[in-house]
């Protein structure tokens, strides 16, 4: 299957610090998303992103599939944007391949 | 999460019971996805299912688990004699031809 290595696997940052976080992946994909777990374990959409830049507020995306990443930006950090970051890539839509996650812990 | 229903969102069962967990997609999304998630750990594939069909259930014990997707009604994922192992979240994701996912919220089963 495909390797997903995600970087770092924990952050800690103060509010308002911008950070990256990054996501290899070994094979090629067709579909890359990223998701944030909140405290209360739900799991939310960011961005649908297999190729390109995306925005979203504070966040955006980038990958760039011909070199086997993606990375997400947060800018001007907040306290709500704590929790875990994983990264989903797939190939043929039949099994999506998950990241071990990055931990991002927002302090005030 | 676009209208991913799961349900019951908490499950306690002792061992040996039997554990039933329910998974409604949104209108349009034919994918379903089954994840099991241990606490601090990431999320683990279990299986994917169509319509009345199981395309890959690699992920997913040869024993005392089982899926499905009726034609009509939610996907069940079915987790017969249960063990203390088997505490965990287990989470449904689905999708259309776009191939984006969407998850619930999640079913937290604790076995006593």
């Known amino acids: 299957g495909i390797q997903v290595e995600q970087s770092p696997p924990d952050l800690i940052l103060q509010e308002g610090a911008n950070s990256t976080l990054r996501c290899n992946f070994s094979d090629s994909v067709n579909n890359l998303q990223w998701f944030h777990q909140n405290p209360w374990g739900q799991l939310i959409n960011l961005f649908y992103?297999?190729?390109g830049t995306k925005q979203n507020g504070r966040l955006s995306a980038t990958t760039v599939a011909t070199e086997r990443y993606s990375l997400l930006y947060i800018s001007s950090s907040q306290t709500t944007d704590s929790g875990v970051y994983f990264c989903a890539v797939t190939y043929n839509f039949n099994k999506f391949y998950f990241g071990s996650g990055t931990k991002l812990n927002v302090k005030p | 999460n676009a209208g991913v229903m799961q349900n019951p969102r908490h499950l306690v069962r002792r061992r040996g019971q039997e554990a039933r967990l329910r998974c409604s997609p949104m209108?349009?999304?034919?994918?379903v996805y089954w994840y099991r998630q241990l606490p601090e750990e990431g999320l683990k594939f279990m299986v994917y299912l169509q319509k009345e069909n199981i395309i890959d259930e690699s992920g997913m014990p040869k024993e005392r688990f089982s899926a499905e997707f009726p034609k009509e009604g939610p996907s069940i994922l079915r987790i017969q004699q249960v063990v203390r192992g088997d505490s965990a979240a287990y989470f449904c994701a689905c999708g259309g031809n776009t191939g984006e996912l969407f998850f619930g919220e999640g079913s937290r089963l604790t076995v006593l």
């Open positions: 992103i297999p190729s």
């Open positions: 209108k349009g999304h034919s994918h």
